[in-house]
């Protein structure tokens, strides 16, 4: 008798499996297909070497090749600087704005819409509108700082000032999108943990270093890991505006495979980049899985 | 009670910044474009006002095959994301397979790999299923979506689970079940993944770009920017504006009427 009731428990479970096979079986193959073989196959590509008129052979010539390149050197350095100066004044404006927009209202509602905006333009429109800001003379940005006794700043033509402007464009264009996620979090402190921090005599300050800033751990870990993303994936407006140029200065990981697979037409190059790139998102979103994970506790 | 009234005028300073490039599209794509003008970069509408630039755009580029395409290709991912999704969506959220932790975060790895990240190894397997070229081979990686998974398997998460036991019961199939129980009562979560999803893959360059070859499979975005060098080097900044505006309107007018909805999902991409 008890061993029927197993059994029959046994091919329901194995049914159930089938069943949740099934459901998963649409999503795997494409995420096999344009995921997690092209991971594997990039790796692969990375460690062959195809000389002309040669048969292909296994070995680390294009890490060699890649790393020995210049051009490279400069692509990791900018990268990093993009990364770090959009990433840092990105997430501490949206917190700021977050706080400054927290309460319910016409004139907060209206000023979430507007910073809000330009997350809803593609980067290749918003690239196309700073092309503009940014001419020389004419442009918006140099036609009001005249008033300033600023005139003609050649910000995207000249190598020191073409990385800091493009960096411009990426803070105004996510700002706002993070700002959502400070505002969600900002929703999800307890009112009394703050109330009860007012009674002890804690001040403003006190009660948002103290209190709030700790409880957004876990949003800053998030949005961190999404704004990392961004940093790397998103040069839309390199392509556009700069073409990584001048000499290199705004040349960018993703831009340089770009540059390999589609100008030079080497894959052995761009493969290896590409394995870098996914190495070093791979690397950084398993730092912050453990902040995360700890947040979802938390939050759950 | 004095600090949020200084916070809150920053942050309108912030906003009125936010709005110039805007402001600047709207007013110069108005303005007839004259040579050497002295107020190119006023934000101050001053006539005389037309349309000029807007036909121009539109006769100077092909506006029509780009919004056809980018509409084709927005819908065309979204219906097989639908399947896609809410099929593996309910199979996290209701069934208790083993390994279903490590198959959900094998899932969670495409937020982090982007098939921009991918774009080399992910052209060889559209070449090499013989979909380089066309529009399904812009949508192919897509097709699967590791966010939308995770924000249907909350949504049937929050669902008690009364309602399909009721339905079992009576002697609904667990197809009829999802397709009249769940399907209808997930409706929030699959809207809010509606706008995620189309607002992304509008706005979508590089893959697009380094996808297709031919000028008749180009979407609004890769179009915009061959239209935006060429006009670059004439100086016709009316038109530049003129034709960002045509890229950028849908989505923003789609934006600004249904704003709640957009905030709610834009914010849910992640958090609980």
């Not at chain 1, 700002?179 to 703050?194: E, K, N, R, S, Y």
């Not at chain 2, 939308?148 to 002697?171: N, Y």
């Not at chain 2, 509008?202 to 975005?221: D, I, K, R």
Request: charged share 10%; glycine share 8%; with cysteine.
């Amino acid at each position: 008798m008890a061993g029927e009731d197993v059994r029959i428990g046994l091919a329901r479970a194995s049914r159930e499996n089938m069943v949740a096979a099934v459901l998963l079986a649409p999503s795997l193959l494409f995420l096999a297909a344009f995921t997690y073989w092209p991971v594997f196959g990039v790796v692969l590509r990375s460690l062959t070497e195809q000389r002309f008129g040669q048969s292909a052979s296994w070995g680390f010539g294009n890490f060699i090749r890649l790393f020995a390149d210049t051009h490279f050197h400069r692509v990791l350095v900018n990268t990093v600087l993009y990364a770090v100066g959009t990433i840092v004044p990105s997430l501490v404006l949206a917190l700021f704005l977050a706080v400054a927009l927290s309460k319910p209202g016409r004139l907060t509602g209206l000023l979430r819409t507007v910073l809000m905006l330009p997350q809803m333009v593609p980067l290749v429109a918003a690239a196309a509108l700073y092309v503009f800001v940014f001419l020389p003379g004419e442009g918006l940005l140099d036609h009001y700082l005249a008033y300033f006794g600023r005139y003609a700043t050649n910000w995207l033509g000249s190598p020191d000032l073409a990385l800091p402007s493009v960096i411009l464009i990426t803070i105004w264009k996510n700002t706002g999108y993070y700002m959502l996620f400070f505002l969600a979090g900002l929703a999800g402190i307890p009112a009394d943990l703050l109330e009860a921090a007012r009674i002890d005599g804690a001040n403003g300050w006190r009660r948002f270093r103290d209190v709030t800033l700790p409880l957004l751990g876990p949003t800053f870990a998030f949005v961190g890991v999404i704004a990392m993303v961004n940093a790397l994936v998103q040069i839309d407006h390199i392509i556009v505006m700069t073409g990584g140029g001048p000499s290199d200065s705004t040349n960018m990981i993703l831009y340089y495979i770009y540059q390999q697979a589609e100008q030079n037409l080497d894959l052995g190059l761009a493969s290896a980049a590409t394995v870098v790139c996914v190495g070093v998102l791979l690397a950084l979103a398993l730092l912050s899985l453990r902040r995360l994970e700890r947040g979802i506790h938390y939050e759950s | 009670m004095k600090a949020e009234r200084v916070f809150l005028l920053l942050a309108a300073l912030a906003g009125l910044l936010w709005l110039a490039p805007f402001a600047w599209m709207a007013v110069a794509s108005m303005r007839p474009d004259a040579p050497g003008q002295a107020d190119l970069a006023s934000l101050w509408p001053s006539g005389p006002f037309g349309w000029d630039n807007y036909r121009d755009a539109w006769e100077s580029g092909h506006f029509p095959l780009w919004y056809l395409n980018t509409a084709l290709l927005c819908v065309g991912i979204l219906a097989v994301q639908m399947v896609t999704v809410s099929l593996a969506g309910y199979a996290f959220a209701r069934i208790d397979f083993p390994g279903r932790s490590t198959v959900f975060a094998l899932f969670l790895l495409q937020l982090l790999l982007p098939p921009a990240v991918l774009v080399v190894p992910n052209l060889q397997m559209i070449v090499h299923l013989g979909l380089f070229d066309s529009l399904a081979g812009i949508a192919a990686p897509y097709c699967a979506s590791a966010f939308g998974v995770f924000l249907m398997r909350q949504t049937f998460r929050s669902i008690p689970r009364d309602f399909e036991e009721a339905a079992r019961i009576d002697g609904a199939s667990r197809l009829q079940i999802m397709r009249h129980i769940l399907l209808p009562m997930a409706w929030p979560g699959l809207a809010s993944f509606a706008v995620v999803s189309v607002s992304a893959h509008w706005n979508e360059f590089l893959w697009p770009l380094m996808a297709v070859s031919s000028p008749q499979h180009q979407v609004l975005t890769v179009g915009l920017a061959s239209f935006t060098l060429a006009s670059e080097s004439g100086g016709s900044w009316g038109v530049i504006a003129a034709g960002t505006a045509l890229v950028a309107l849908p989505l923003l007018l789609g934006f600004t009427l249904l704003q709640r909805r957009f905030t709610a999902s834009l914010a849910s991409t992640g958090l609980k």
